[in-house]
């Protein structure tokens, strides 16, 4: 299972970005779907995870500000980020596990996409 992921780039504070990772290849069904972060110098955290049922959870620094969201028919995450800060600065990337069609369990690790905070 392949993914792609899109959306970083450069915005000023208060700004919003959109990011999107697209899940390919051999999928049963997917069960979690997560974005995480590393900003630099910093150990890579969870920002927002989605898991089957459409339970959601954020880290406290991001509630009221990020949504994640998924498209089952596209195997697609979204990270809607708004009221982004400074210290919102990192590469963040997509974190996906589910179930192969072969029934074997998968997990994968998209690219990265540096989203930088700043005037």
């Known amino acids: 299972v392949q993914l792609q992921a899109f959306g970083g780039g450069l915005v000023q504070p208060g700004g919003s970005l959109r990011l999107s990772c697209a899940a390919s290849?051999?999928?049963?069904?997917?069960?979690?779907m997560d974005w995480y972060r590393q900003a630099p110098g910093k150990q890579r955290e969870l920002v927002a995870g989605?898991?089957?049922?459409?339970?959601?959870d954020y880290r406290d620094s991001v509630k009221g500000r990020f949504t994640i969201s998924r498209d089952n028919a596209k195997n697609t995450v979204y990270l809607q980020m708004n009221s982004l800060k400074p210290e919102d600065t990192a590469v963040y990337s997509c974190?996906?596990?589910?179930?192969?069609?072969?029934?074997?369990?998968?997990?994968?690790w998209g690219q990265g996409t540096l989203v930088t905070v700043s005037s």
């Open positions: 989605l898991i089957t049922g459409g339970s959601t």
């Open positions: 974190y996906v596990a589910g179930i192969s069609l072969d029934y074997r369990g998968f997990s994968s």
């Open positions: 290849g051999s999928i049963l069904r997917i069960n979690t």
